[in-house]
């Protein structure tokens, strides 16, 4: 692997990082919300690697 490539594998898991802290941090008062789904699927495997298609969210709630 590339030190480029390297240091964009670090990024993208940094910014991975970032947007689960920050949909956790994240509080909604009142109306109802989908940040909970957000939390899951920051969560999931398939999402993470980016190896995912349009059924993920049907295999998530299946």
Known sequence: MSPAAHLCGLAA?????RA???VAAYTV???KNN???????LENAEFVS????????GRMRS
Do not use: I, K
């Open 35 to 41: 940040l909970p789904f957000c939390a899951e699927l």
């Open 13 to 17: 898991a940094a910014s991975g990082w």
């Open 50 to 57: 980016g190896d995912y298609d349009t059924g993920l969210v």
């Open 20 to 22: 689960r802290e920050a």
């Open 29 to 31: 008062e009142g109306p």
